[in-house]
Nanobody, 128 residues
Framework: QARLVESGGGTVQTGGSLRLSCKAS????????MGWFRQAPGEEREGVAA???????SYADSVEGRFTISQDTAKNTLYLQMDSLKPEGTARYFC??????????????????????WGKGTQVTVSL
């Protein structure tokens, strides 16, 4: 049974950094597409970053140049390094995985419906 567990959230001041982790179990994710999403209260869930089955990465325009998605296949763990955080980055962050190989070549962020497995999220709060 596929399971994703996020960690690393917390409260940080504007301009600070956090690294989120997503530990996968029940499947080997290196063959699939993995993504990070976030959802603020009253807002829709939005894609933040993704890494496809070939390792190509893609980012939302709002985080390009500040966030970095990566993975450690030996640990079956996905990461999101978030630098220069802004108050609008306050949200619950979720990781997600597809159920089969999926490729973007880094050209776009896969929509939420592409993903079959979701974690419960970790809260990130960016204070002024």
């Amino acid at each position: 049974q596929a399971r994703l567990v996020e960690s690393g959230g917390g409260t940080v001041q504007t301009g600070g950094s956090l690294r989120l982790s997503c530990k996968a179990s029940g499947f080997t994710f290196r063959h699939y597409c993995m993504g990070w999403f976030r959802q603020a209260p009253g807002e829709e869930r939005e894609g933040v970053a993704a890494i496809d089955s070939d390792g190509y990465t893609s980012y939302a325009d709002s985080v390009e140049g500040r966030f970095t998605i990566s993975q450690d296949t030996a640990k079956n763990t996905l990461y999101l390094q978030m630098d220069s955080l802004k108050p609008e980055g306050t949200a619950r962050y979720f990781c997600a995985a597809t159920a089969r190989a999926y490729w973007t070549k880094g050209y776009y962020l896969p929509p939420a419906y592409v993903y079959s497995y979701w974690g419960k999220g970790t809260q990130v709060t960016v204070s002024l």
